[in-house]
């Protein structure tokens, strides 16, 4: 099993651009998570999905839109890319909610310029 | 909204040398959560606490829960080069089972041979 993988690991982006940051999970999990992280921040929750076709917003949601339109994909987007939003993106899923376990996702590095 | 404070930020140790890290809630916790990162990598769960005063060992790390579920602990006993990496408490608000996971700052533990 390949857990949680995110795509791509790094990006570099212009102010203004778009993208779409993936994750996919193998565990039937049904909750997923995107969090970001910076130094000195810990990991902070933007968006999160209690199951296929939910979403809801986390504690730093602002500038990112999120879909879960199958179980095992959370997507995360960025309409227009601001140097604020150069961070750490994690995606992570559990099995039944909020008690249990995380398992992160690799990461993905994203810069905006 | 709930806040989880925790402490130090940053922790040298000499290898051998003892460490703990403290995480503390603004609320009473339904649960509490461990996670560590090394270095460029991504969270890993350690362990979950759930009862008051509740202590949990693995091998030389022991994790306490405070009586009142508020704070919580991780000790380490002889630090070795391989727990280099961040801690991480998170803590779910109590009074349901549904409260978001809410994570801490970190500890940035380096440990010098």
């Known amino acids: 099993n390949a857990g949680v993988t995110q795509t791509p690991k790094f990006r570099v982006l212009k102010t203004g651009q778009s993208m779409t940051l993936l994750c996919a999970q193998d565990?039937?999990?049904?909750?997923m998570y995107w969090y970001r992280q910076d130094p000195g921040m810990g990991l902070r929750l933007i968006h999160y999905?209690?199951?296929?076709?939910?979403?809801a917003k986390g504690e730093v949601p602002d500038g990112y839109n999120v879909s879960r339109l199958k179980k095992q994909n959370f997507l995360l987007g960025l309409e227009s890319a601001a140097p604020s939003q150069t961070s750490v993106y994690f995606c992570?899923?559990?099995?039944?909610?909020?008690?249990?376990?995380?398992?992160f996702g690799d990461g993905t590095r994203l810069s905006i310029l | 909204g709930q806040q989880v404070m925790q402490i130090p930020q940053y922790q040298h140790v000499q290898e051998g040398e003892d460490f703990t890290t403290y995480c503390n809630s603004s609320?009473?916790?339904?649960?509490i959560q461990w996670y560590k990162q090394r270095p460029g990598g991504h969270p890993v769960f350690l362990i979950q606490?759930?009862?008051?005063?509740e202590v949990k060992k693995q091998k030389r790390l022991t994790f306490q829960f405070g009586e009142a579920k508020k704070n919580s602990s991780l000790h380490i006993t002889a630090t070795q080069t391989i727990d280099v990496g961040t801690y991480f408490c998170?803590?779910?608000?109590?009074?349901?089972?549904?409260?978001?996971?809410?994570f801490g700052q970190g500890t940035i533990l380096t440990v010098h041979p």
């Open positions: 999905s209690v199951g296929e076709g939910t979403t």
């Open positions: 565990m039937n999990h049904e909750y």
């Open positions: 992570a899923s559990s099995y039944g909610g909020w008690v249990q376990p995380q398992h």
């Open positions: 998170a803590g779910q608000a109590g009074g349901t089972s549904y409260g978001k996971l809410t």
């Open positions: 606490l759930v009862k008051s005063g």
């Open positions: 609320t009473t916790l339904s649960n």
